[in-house]
């Protein structure tokens, strides 16, 4: 495995073999060949899970492991070039799955050691028939491009460049004088094209790939009469152009299949085709995906390994496919398709987030020779959850501002350039425009304060336009678990990395901050309570969380001092815990401006350096009331993932929980081991523990 991934071996380790070695039959980087784990049929390969994980590094580092060894293609499904077709080509003659099959040819006809180029004939005439349906209007200049581009596919040696150039002049003057004046391409057109091309093959290779398509339904073992059927397909599009595009794959296949054929390319090319699809939820993914996959359930084999990236978990057409983790698959897959469901032919393997270790060594090599505090990894790897992305453009931020930066949120904030021609831009801007959808940014900016659909409702009546209702807020919610970020009750946005950057901008869009003030107040105001509520004691919660990022504290110190001497210890821990994840971005004065140096105060509460000052209500226990107050300020600071968990802090937080499991017999136990865990959690950059909770510390 090359050095710029981490957390991957189990794609990439050469002893034992991982699953690429045992797919391809190649080495990574060496030209050696290795067993293969499926001698008759292979699996589809995708790798699914969400953005940020790493799936497209992965691709690209499976290109330059096998590039020049065996032939391989990789292609993103949502390049610009997938998306239209070029300037003048009519959209009945093009479509991605089409323009997909050119780009895979051309990057897999190169040579690899030890065999020269692989030709296409096969896919070469398919594709010029389906060009020729939108050639009715063309110039000749712009059919001599398309057509040479096309016949290139055959080039097997220098000499064809000039022999392609005469071919295509010849094919684009007969074409042009085939077609009528009034803009449509008749068939004389097409006839004459396809003329052209066979009179072309006088090898005889070629002249057994012009006999293949004689075999497309409905031809009559007439080659050309299959040609014009492709293309008439081809335009008619839907089910007929998928029909078409079915038969444009199954052409690429025969060749590359024709190119390993015989005893002396056997001995020449020791691995197999690799084909490597990113982001292919986009066409062409989908077309390119199920033609395969059909196609071997119908028994027509191949011996291409497919590996392609999918955002999110799943699509609808593959819910049959065969299911593991990337661990699963690092000795053997155990893949076994189903021969009643076509796409059971996929594998789909989930990538896992880094660990900390993985966290520890990025870091520490973006740092190398950079003074960094000992427990920013920890505190990084908290934050980012193991996003590879998060991590990585984290530990670039860290290398370019430490040791100015002073935590996770200054450096969030700082500007970092990633690439010498780009301009300086703040982290968090980076990492949104990649983890969420564009077109969605502003919306979830405002809703990833919301627990629920209710609170999200709230929020854009009065935040976001008019026109954006709770149907919007419902596909809203679709499209996220699409994009495979987590459903985790009692949070809009599941996923708390992406949250937590949502927020971020939130804060800081503009100067007094008054969206971010609007937001919490409106959930305040939401969360009121509105006489017996079922659900009062949870709606209560939300209150106080919100009106904590606001800055105001009393109301969550008096809830939390009044329940501890009633409420069950475990419900009260949670509550605590719950209340104290409100989000906090520095200090502010009563207008919302910004206090000088932005400083975090909530240490200095949490050590007791404010307790002189601090009047407790009268009639309660001020000792009780202070030590909440520090507790609460305590667990605010150490569960900030934005902030570095601070020793002192957790030194307090230990002792304050112990003084309270002595007020406490009955929750005496669960309040001591917490007083353990939660400040070795704290300082591991962990969740905080609540003993044999089952609850995933969110409410």
């Known amino acids: 495995m090359g050095r710029r991934l981490h957390g991957r071996g189990a794609l990439f380790d050469t002893d034992p073999a991982g699953l690429a070695p045992r797919l391809v039959g190649l080495r990574p980087h060496q030209h050696r060949a290795h067993q293969v784990e499926h001698t008759q049929e292979l699996p589809f390969v995708v790798l699914t899970g969400g953005r940020g994980l790493g799936k497209s590094a992965v691709l690209v580092e499976l290109r330059d492991a096998y590039q020049g060894h065996t032939p391989v293609a990789l292609i993103d499904c949502e390049d610009a070039q997938f998306a239209a077709p070029p300037s003048g080509r009519p959209v009945e003659a093009w479509s991605p799955v089409a323009q997909a099959l050119l780009v895979i040819a051309e990057q897999l006809a190169e040579p690899v050691t030890g065999a020269g180029r692989i030709q296409f004939p096969r896919l070469m005439s398919g594709l010029v028939a389906v060009a020729a349906g939108g050639w009715g209007d063309a110039d000749s200049e712009r059919i001599r491009r398309e057509v040479e581009r096309i016949l290139l596919l055959n080039e097997s040696g220098s000499w064809i460049a000039h022999f392609a150039g005469r071919w295509a002049g010849r094919v684009a003057a007969n074409v042009v004088a085939a077609a009528t004046g009034t803009g449509a391409l008749v068939s004389s057109a097409i006839e004459a094209t396809l003329e052209s091309i066979s009179d072309g093959f006088v090898h005889r290779r070629h002249q057994k790939a012009a006999t293949w398509w004689r075999d497309h339904p409905n031809a009559g073992g007439n080659a050309r009469r299959g040609l014009m059927l492709l293309s008439g397909h081809f335009r008619a599009e839907g089910s007929s152009r998928e029909h078409a595009e079915r038969h444009l794959v199954r052409a690429l296949l025969a060749d590359l299949a024709e190119a390993y054929a015989g005893m002396l390319p056997r001995m020449q090319r020791l691995g197999r085709p690799l084909v490597l699809l990113d982001n292919s939820q986009t066409a062409p993914g989908p077309g390119l995906t199920d033609a395969v996959l059909r196609d071997r359930a119908d028994g027509i084999a191949d011996r291409v390994a497919f590996i392609a990236t999918l955002r999110g978990d799943s699509r609808p057409a593959l819910r049959n496919a065969v299911r593991r983790t990337l661990p699963e698959v690092a000795r053997r897959s155990e ?292 030590r909440i107050r520090r507790l609460l300020h305590a667990v605010w600071q150490l569960t900030d993932p934005l902030a570095l968990p601070d020793p002192a802090v957790c030194r307090r937080l230990r002792f304050e929980l112990e003084q309270l499991s002595n007020l406490r017999p009955a929750g005496n136990a669960l309040l001591w081991q917490a007083s353990r865990d939660w400040p070795e959690d704290a300082l591991a950059g962990r969740p905080l523990r609540i003993p044999d909770d089952d609850e995933d510390g969110e409410a």
């Open 335 to 626: 893949w076994a398709p189903d021969p009643a469901a076509w796409s059971s032919r996929a594998l789909l393997v989930s990538l896992p987030r880094l660990g900390p270790d993985d966290t520890l060594h990025l870091v520490g090599a973006a740092c190398a020779g950079t003074p960094a505090p000992a427990r920013l990894p920890s505190a990084t790897h908290r934050l980012t959850g193991g996003n590879p992305l998060g991590i990585t453009l984290l530990a670039e931020a860290a290398a370019q501002h430490l040791p100015g930066a002073a935590s996770l949120g200054a450096l969030l904030v700082a500007d970092v350039r990633l690439h010498a021609e780009r301009d300086r831009t703040p982290a968090y801007l980076e990492l949104l425009d990649r983890l969420v959808p564009a077109e969605h940014l502003d919306e979830l900016t405002v809703l990833a304060a919301a627990h629920d659909h209710d609170s999200a409702c709230a929020l854009a009546a009065a935040l976001l336009p008019d026109d954006f209702g709770p149907a919007d807020i419902r596909s809203l919610q679709t499209r996220l678990r699409q994009e495979g970020l987590p459903a985790v009750p009692g949070r809009f946005v599941g996923d708390p990395f992406v949250r937590t950057l949502l927020l971020l901008r939130l804060h800081h869009r503009d100067p007094d901050h008054t969206q971010w003030r609007t937001a919490h107040e409106t959930l305040v105001e939401h969360y009121a309570p509105t006489g017996d509520q079922p659900d009062a004691p949870a709606r209560a919660r939300c209150r106080l969380h919100h009106q904590l990022a606001l800055g105001t504290t009393d109301p969550a110190v008096d809830h939390l001092r009044d329940t501890f001497p009633t409420l069950d210890t475990r419900t009260w821990l949670r509550s605590l815990r719950f209340i104290a994840s409100a989000p906090y971005f520095h200090a502010h004065d009563d207008q919302g401006r910004d206090f000088d140096g932005q400083d975090d105060r909530r240490a200095a509460v949490a050590l007791g350096g404010t307790d002189a000052a601090t009047r407790p209500p009268d009639g309660v226990d001020p000792a009780l009331h202070l």
